[in-house]
């Protein structure tokens, strides 16, 4: 898929219609060849042909200039479309239009203009406290007012030289950021109580920062919150997750923190927090803040909720998960044919089709377990997913395979597996093992009478019995065999 078509797949309904209005606006005719390019590919999708299109556009002709400079004006006017409806909504975005309404006006030597839209940027650039943008604001001031003699530099002067202070305390902020990252990532075992990331924090913290503003200040509360996260979910620490999640989102609650212009943080705080848990399993928890997340999403104007509902249906399908297994079927398979929330992320789509299959499996219909492997199969989101994953859906696809009858397909499987699996093969002594157990139950007649293979079996379920499932396992294979015999 190149840049065009992707860029035309991502649009919601409502960028499409402004898109249209926005392209209706800036050009009037008859014939649009770019309304036609732009509606074939969204309506084509994966099955875009781009033969088919060049010749309805243009006939039957191998000169194709004509149709490729018709892409780029299309990537530029939807380029345009999407920065004229969106510009607002972002602080960062707005300042960077401000700057250019001010560069614009500089232009035309209509300072006060200027001037006033530079006023405009420092104040929005002050409230996010993005001090990096002020320095540019400031140099634009410093520069407008050596034009303007009515606009005394020396003002601007002043305040770049403070606020390079500020940027001076940010550097302060990332060196405290770097040692708290530094020691939670040494501490291998963090799993001392419920308090022991949040001392580790404080001490930091107490050790490396003796301005109080800095200490208080919500950058850096912000970003020891996004390191910190990442460090705990990379260790799936969910326990020490939960307790920084929790009391972490709640000050920041306190202390009104949380804005429009760092909505996705708080959505992505609540998604951590409710996954957390999931994982723990605090089912009563789970419940009440899938509900706070829920209407979070709805904030601003739904804005960035196309994003977080992807995460939001996924935590819903694991708490029902946990108390009602049909109802977390039906979730799946509501999911399924909501084209609208299925082209939100290619992610979506492995997650689904992945734990249809699951959930079937678990309920022993294994025709329709194995259909939606096939269909997760067919999906990008498979193709570009890392081997070890990949590896994991394809021994699973053995399990399917065998309890089926399928044996002639799952020989040319399993060959099919040690080709192209050869290195996960060669680190899983689980996973190398189960495969040869697999290849001994397809040639006998009856396994459980089968004294070598049946202690094969027992030694791989007494291996596996103390094994927790992890996080990237797709089935407990010790409880299948288990249940085998």
């Known amino acids: 898929m190149d840049v065009l078509n992707a860029m035309v797949d991502s649009l919601s309904k409502d960028e499409i219609r402004f898109y249209k209005l926005f392209a209706a606006w800036v050009q009037k005719q008859e014939e649009r060849k770019d309304i036609a390019l732009f509606d074939y ?5 994966e099955k875009y042909d781009e033969k088919k299109i060049v010749e309805k556009l243009y006939g039957n002709t191998k000169d194709k200039n004509s149709f490729y400079r018709l892409k780029n004006r299309l990537i530029n006017d939807i380029t345009s479309s999407i920065v004229l409806q969106h510009f607002s909504d972002d602080e960062i975005l ?3 239009q401000l700057l250019s309404v001010v560069k614009l006006f500089a232009d035309k030597m209509q300072y006060k203009v200027a001037f006033n839209f530079l006023n ?3 104040l929005k650039a002050l409230k996010i406290e993005n001090y990096e943008l002020l320095d540019i604001i400031y140099g634009e001031y410093i520069r407008l007012s050596q034009e303007a003699v009515w606009k005394d530099p020396e003002e601007y002067i002043n305040k770049r030289k403070e606020n390079m202070e500020r940027l001076r305390s940010l550097r302060q902020i990332d060196d405290v950021l770097a040692v708290v990252t530094y020691r939670l990532k040494l501490s291998q075992n963090i799993s001392k109580g419920d308090d022991y ?3 580790i924090l404080r001490k930091t913290i107490d050790e490396f920062s003796s301005d109080i503003q800095i200490k208080e200040s919500a950058k850096l509360r912000f970003k020891i919150y996004n390191s910190v996260s990442q460090i705990l979910i990379q260790k799936r620490d969910y326990i020490n997750l939960e307790v920084y999640l929790l009391e972490t989102y709640l000050a920041f609650q306190r202390d009104h923190l949380f804005s429009k212009s760092n909505h996705q943080t708080k959505l992505q705080m609540l998604t951590y927090l409710v996954n957390s848990f999931n994982k723990n399993d605090k ?3 789970v419940f009440e803040y899938l509900d706070i997340l829920k209407k979070a999403m709805d904030e601003f104007d739904g804005l960035y909720r196309d994003k977080f509902q992807v995460f939001y249906f996924n935590n819903l399908y694991y708490y029902y998960l946990k108390i009602d297994s049909n109802k977390a079927l039906d979730i799946l398979e509501e999911l399924k044919i909501n084209k609208k929330i299925r082209n939100t992320s290619s992610f979506y789509d492995m997650f689904i089709f992945l734990n249809l299959a699951i959930g079937w499996w678990r309920k022993d219909d294994y025709k329709k377990a194995i259909k939606n492997l096939v269909q997760l199969y067919k999906h990008d989101a498979y193709k570009t997913a890392n081997e070890q994953l990949q590896f994991k859906i394809s021994m699973f696809e053995l399990i399917l395979r065998y309890e089926l009858n399928d044996f002639d397909f799952l020989e040319h499987r399993i060959q099919q597996i040690e080709k192209d699996f050869q290195k996960p093969l060669k680190d899983s002594d689980l996973e190398s093992e189960l495969l040869e157990i697999i290849k001994a139950m397809i ?14 079996i027992d030694k791989f379920i007494t291996l596996t019995a103390s094994r927790k499932q992890g996080d990237d396992d797709i089935i407990h294979y010790g409880n299948w065999l288990q249940k085998k015999l």
């Open 94 to 96: 707005l300042i960077h």
């Open 443 to 456: 040639y006998t007649t009856s396994f459980r009478s089968d004294k070598k293979l049946r202690t094969r």
């Open 120 to 122: 405009k940027a420092e």
């Open 283 to 285: 089912i009563k928890e």
């Open 41 to 45: 590919i969204k309506q084509a999708g």
């Open 197 to 199: 990331v949040l001392d």
